[in-house]
């Protein structure tokens, strides 16, 4: 008998677009012996949708134009219901759709942070990925090194801040820590959005400006060189990595418009590295995760410095787009998208190899 899977897509997140692609590609690629699937849309304005229609309007994002196949629905927190409300606005009335699992293909605020896993947390429903908890301190990039550096993994220096900071101070601190070029990161958004480059006083003045712009929190760091490397974990008690991916941003550096607009970033798996340096990046991999309390799955970045490696950040809900490092690296150690589809909604309800 199927299984039926909520599958979580849109949202207000600056990331919108990337879920709906996401989304449309976990849908597609279900095992349709095991599962079926339930899709559920939020639009940009946070209006919750059950969406019928095709996945490719999805990947357009024109599917909340679809009038015709689209029911007003919200997540119901009674355990009772242990699944979505579908509304009759008409009639004043809503019929219960129970689902076993839910898929939250969600990336960034309100998705990623631990918000829908709470939710989910109260509706008594499993959910792929991170509890409530790791999701919420493994988004805020601040909390994510402050933890990792206190277990002992090398961390990307920072410096943090909140809107209330003098920014006079600020840039004074950063000029004396790190000097020019340095970046300037929300502290809660992914998928580099709101990230500036700064090169000298009035660039940094204009990136803490955009960034407080996404988060009322934001991390400055000096310019790290070296190679940005990614790695694939997966699993609750017994989490395992992939193998090291690289990217190539053949940019001045990976932000949105080079990861999902240009196609100008080479992605490359496995990467092309020393094993012994391939072995060390994928225990730390492992280590950040454990540290993060995380389970399901995540995706760890690092950058390769000639000091060693150096932790970047961490992607509880990474992309599943056709582009996307998360699957293309678990292929590589013999895990196709279909199977890892699967194997992420049994590790959500529990099962565990």
Same mark, same amino acid.
């Given at each position: 008998m199927?299984k039926?899977?909520?599958?979580?897509?849109?949202?207000?997140?600056?990331?919108?677009?990337?879920s709906?692609?996401?989304?449309?590609?976990?849908?597609?690629?279900?095992?349709?012996n095991?599962?079926?699937?339930?899709?559920v849309?939020?639009?940009?304005?946070g209006?919750?949708?059950?969406?019928?229609?095709?996945?490719?309007?999805?990947?357009?994002?024109?599917?909340?134009?679809?009038?015709?196949?689209?029911?007003?629905?919200?997540?119901?927190?009674?355990?009772?219901?242990?699944?979505?409300l579908?509304?009759?606005?008409?009639?004043?009335?809503?019929?219960?759709?129970?689902?076993?699992?839910a898929?939250?293909?969600?990336?960034?605020?309100n998705?990623?942070?631990?918000?829908?896993?709470?939710?989910?947390?109260l509706?008594?429903?499993?959910?792929?990925?991170?509890?409530?908890?790791s999701?919420?301190?493994?988004?805020d990039?601040?909390?994510?090194?402050?933890?990792?550096?206190?277990?002992?993994?090398p961390?990307v220096?920072?410096i943090?801040?909140?809107?209330?900071?003098?920014?006079?101070?600020?840039?004074?601190?950063?000029?004396?820590n790190?000097? +020019? /070029?340095?970046?300037?990161?929300?502290?809660?958004? @992914?998928? =580099?959005?709101? #990230? $500036? &480059?700064?090169?000298?006083k009035? !660039?940094?003045?204009?990136?803490?400006?955009?960034?407080?712009?996404?988060?009322?929190?934001?991390?400055?760091?000096?310019?790290?060189?070296?190679?940005?490397?990614?790695?694939?974990?997966?699993?609750?008690?017994?989490?395992?990595?992939?193998?090291?991916?690289?990217?190539?941003?053949?940019?001045?550096?990976?932000?949105?418009?080079?990861?999902?607009?240009?196609?100008?970033?080479?992605?490359i798996?496995?990467?092309?590295?020393?094993?012994?340096?391939?072995?060390?990046?994928?225990k730390?991999?492992?280590?950040?995760?454990?540290?993060?309390?995380?389970?399901?799955?995540?995706?760890?970045?690092?950058?390769?410095?000639?000091?060693g490696?150096?932790?970047?950040?961490?992607?509880?809900?990474?992309?599943?787009?056709?582009?996307?490092? +998360? /699957?293309?690296?678990?292929?590589?150690?013999g895990? @196709?998208? =279909?199977?890892? #589809? $699967? &194997?992420?909604?049994?590790?959500a !309800?529990?099962y565990?190899?």
């Amino acid at each position: 008998m199927q299984k039926t899977v909520a599958i979580i897509f849109g949202g207000e997140s600056s990331e919108y677009e990337v879920s709906c692609v996401s989304a449309a590609n976990v849908a597609d690629n279900l095992d349709k012996n095991l599962y079926k699937a339930l899709l559920v849309g939020i639009t940009k304005d946070g209006k919750w949708w059950i969406y019928k229609g095709e996945t490719d309007d999805m990947r357009n994002h024109i599917w909340h134009e679809k009038r015709s196949f689209l029911t007003p629905a919200v997540i119901s927190p009674c355990k009772a219901h242990h699944g979505i409300l579908a509304l009759d606005g008409a009639n004043g009335t809503f019929e219960i759709v129970r689902i076993d699992v839910a898929f939250p293909v969600l990336h960034g605020k309100n998705g990623e942070d631990g918000t829908m896993q709470g939710l989910l947390e109260l509706a008594g429903i499993p959910y792929v990925g991170c509890d409530t908890y790791s999701s919420a301190v493994s988004m805020d990039k601040a909390a994510t090194k402050t933890i990792c550096a206190n277990a002992g993994i090398p961390v990307v220096p920072f410096i943090s801040a909140v809107k209330t900071d003098d920014i006079d101070e600020l840039i004074a601190r950063s000029e004396s820590n790190y000097g +020019y /070029p340095v970046f300037v990161k929300p502290a809660n958004a @992914g998928s =580099s959005v709101g #990230i $500036t &480059k700064a090169k000298n006083k009035n !660039e940094l003045k204009c990136g803490i400006e955009l960034a407080f712009k996404h988060d009322r929190k934001l991390l400055i760091e000096p310019n790290t060189v070296g190679r940005e490397i990614e790695v694939a974990v997966c699993g609750n008690d017994k989490p395992f990595a992939s193998v090291c991916g690289e990217i190539i941003s053949n940019s001045d550096f990976y932000d949105y418009e080079t990861k999902y607009i240009d196609n100008r970033a080479q992605c490359i798996a496995p990467a092309l590295i020393d094993e012994k340096i391939s072995d060390e990046i994928r225990k730390y991999a492992v280590s950040v995760y454990k540290a993060l309390d995380c389970k399901g799955l995540s995706r760890v970045d690092f950058f390769l410095t000639e000091n060693g490696p150096m932790l970047n950040e961490i992607n509880t809900i990474p992309g599943f787009t056709p582009i996307s490092m +998360y /699957p293309k690296m678990m292929d590589c150690i013999g895990i @196709g998208y =279909s199977e890892l #589809i $699967t &194997k992420l909604l049994l590790l959500a !309800e529990g099962y565990e190899e």
